[in-house]
């Protein structure tokens, strides 16, 4: 069985560099590992380069020289381990970093496994998250503390920590680039299962996340914007058909709410905007990054 990591470098890469750092820590090194660099400046480029010639593990650095997001990003990475005869991708943040016998924990449980997505839990400021979950006619999506609800088909593995087999991709594609971020793992985890592959959690099996990743520094109005245009695009693709009913009708009322709030709460004004702004990006068909 052969294995693949990818992960997305956006001028974090100190933080990318401390995950690359526990990956050559491991006890099984049988796996390659992609990472993407999404546009960064030339001194964090550097330092990448400067570590990945100094270390004995294979690190394939990929410069699309263009800023793809999470979703075209770890799609480059995805393609290029396929083209290599990857049996299994691993995407993780570059904010996470795992223990030395990470590898071969992940080897023995995939090894038992037919096609299909392995969430791998994360451990976020002293508690495990096991997956997602949805909430339709909502700009957020949730995080789920208990396993047990990792069974609901309303939830999804999440993106920072996934594992999936090479069949998926053939058959159920790769991750939507019209998100750029958010949403887009639920998006492929909905996908997947409608193709019928199974979701497995591996309770037993950790990923520390920092959860200091780069898309802060974009700052909260523009990630606003993204949620409430890709929220939108999410319930419009998979939304069951009793909560479509009301799609025509949750932009209206989205819209009405912000601009209620812009005279009420004028230190407000720039976030309102911003979700106003996302709701327009999806009407409009503006999608992927937004500039």
């Given at each position: 069985m052969t294995l693949s990591?990818?992960?997305?470098?956006?001028?974090?890469?100190?933080?990318?560099?401390?995950?690359?750092?526990?990956?050559?820590?491991?006890?099984?090194?049988?796996?390659?590992?992609?990472?993407?660099?999404?546009?960064?400046?030339?001194?964090?480029?550097?330092?990448?380069?400067?570590f990945i010639s100094e270390t004995t593990l294979p690190i394939n650095l990929l410069e699309?020289?263009?800023?793809?997001?999470?979703?075209?990003?770890n799609n480059i990475g995805i393609k290029k381990a396929l083209k290599n005869g990857?049996?299994?991708?691993?995407?993780?943040?570059?904010?996470?970093?795992?223990?030395?016998?990470?590898i071969a924990q992940i080897r023995a449980k995939l090894s038992h496994l037919g096609a299909g997505i392995l969430g791998i839990p994360l451990i976020e400021q002293q508690k495990t998250v096991y997956c997602g979950k949805v909430r339709w006619l909502s700009q957020n999506l949730i995080h789920i503390t208990d396993p047990e609800e990792c069974a609901s088909s309303e939830s999804y593995i999440i993106g920072g920590a996934m594992a999936v087999h090479k069949d998926v991709f053939k058959?159920?594609?790769?991750?939507?680039?019209?998100y750029f971020l958010y949403f887009e793992d639920a998006e492929f985890s909905l996908r997947v299962r409608k193709k019928t592959f199974p979701m497995n959690i591996?309770?037993?099996?950790?990923v520390h996340h920092w959860a200091t990743t780069s898309t802060k520094k974009l700052g909260q109005?523009?990630?606003?914007?993204?949620?409430?245009?890709?929220?939108?695009?999410?319930?419009?693709?998979?939304?069951?058909?009793?909560?479509?009913?009301?799609?025509?009708?949750?932009?209206?009322?989205?819209?009405?709410?912000?601009?209620?709030?812009?005279?009420?709460?004028?230190?407000?004004?720039?976030?309102?905007?911003?979700?106003?702004?996302?709701?327009?990006?999806f009407y409009r068909g503006r999608f992927g990054r937004i500039l």
């Open positions: 990591i990818i992960t997305i470098n956006y001028n974090e890469s100190k933080t990318t560099i401390n995950l690359l750092k526990s990956l050559t820590a491991q006890t099984d090194q049988s796996f390659d590992i992609f990472v993407v660099d999404n546009f960064s400046q030339e001194k964090e480029i550097e330092a990448l380069k400067i699309p020289y263009e800023n793809l997001g999470f979703s075209g990003g990857s049996d299994w991708v691993l995407l993780l943040n570059n904010d996470t970093w795992v223990e030395n016998g990470f058959k159920a594609g790769f991750l939507d680039e019209k591996a309770k037993d099996i950790k109005a523009l990630l606003l914007r993204y949620h409430a245009r890709n929220a939108m695009l999410f319930n419009a693709q998979h939304a069951p058909w009793y909560i479509k009913i009301f799609l025509p009708v949750w932009p209206l009322f989205v819209i009405l709410k912000q601009i209620i709030k812009l005279p009420f709460w004028p230190e407000r004004r720039k976030k309102s905007l911003a979700i106003l702004n996302g709701v327009m990006d």
